[in-house]
């Protein structure tokens, strides 16, 4: 695997249900970030995570909990969501401070 | 505040030239970033500026003017695959390790044959 990675690329859940977005990176980079891509909205930052420590909470709802177990891997936990927030949720890393390198992206889906 | 502008959709034809601009308000400046996402993709990195002036990097070219929050892309001899959208993203010297992105909408590219 090169690259970002993440799984699962699909995501259908109920409101109730808890679910994990995964995503890991093999460039060794030290950064990792969590986006939100809306349909006519810019994407949006949620967390960053530095040497593993979170740096950044961009005023997210806590029904979503990231967690960063080292630097190569990055985890979004999802709990009691609602319909808006169906989205694009894409991870990226970096070199800091080079450029971000994107994911594929996760197409979640809340019924 | 913040806030980062761009067209939201432009058309061009196969061969020509294309610019996109992007005009930034934002309390703290660390660079500015072009990203290409075709549908359903991730976005990849197009560019980075962080002193005023072009930076060209093959057919495309990308110019930045801080002391105007004014940055462009510049695409020549478009091609079909270059239809996509274009994302304009600030670096937020601000924020605590000085790497949070500040993304546009982006602009949504056609070009026709």
């Known amino acids: 695997e090169t690259g970002v990675t993440q799984t699962p690329r699909h995501l259908v859940m109920g409101m109730t249900n808890k679910k994990s977005l995964k995503c890991e990176q093999h460039?060794?980079?030290?950064?990792m970030y969590w986006y939100k891509q809306s349909a006519k909205k810019p994407l949006e930052l949620m967390f960053v995570?530095?040497?593993?420590?979170?740096?950044e909470n961009n005023s997210v709802p806590s029904r979503f909990s990231p967690e960063c177990p080292n630097s190569s891997h990055l985890f979004l936990h999802l709990h009691t969501l609602q319909p808006e927030d169906s989205a694009l949720y894409l991870c990226?890393?970096?070199?800091?401070?080079?450029?971000?390198?994107f994911g594929p992206g996760t197409r979640l889906t809340v019924l | 505040g913040q806030n980062i502008d761009q067209p939201t959709e432009m058309t061009a034809t196969e061969g020509a030239i294309v610019q996109i601009n992007c005009t930034y308000q934002?309390?703290?400046?660390?660079?500015l970033f072009w990203y290409q996402q075709h549908a359903g993709e991730a976005p990849t990195f197009l560019s980075y500026?962080?002193?005023?002036g072009l930076e060209e990097k093959g057919r495309f070219s990308s110019f930045l003017s801080r002391s105007k929050g004014y940055s462009y892309l510049l695409l020549k001899e478009l091609q079909m695959k270059d239809s996509a959208s274009y994302l304009c993203a600030v670096r937020d010297g601000r924020s605590q390790a000085g790497t949070a992105l500040i993304f546009g909408k982006g602009t949504t590219l056609s070009v026709s044959s």
């Open positions: 995570y530095n040497f593993k420590e979170q740096t």
């Open positions: 500026n962080v002193l005023d």
């Open positions: 460039l060794g980079h030290n950064a």
């Open positions: 934002t309390s703290g400046f660390n660079g």
């Open positions: 990226a890393s970096s070199q800091t401070p080079g450029e971000q390198f």
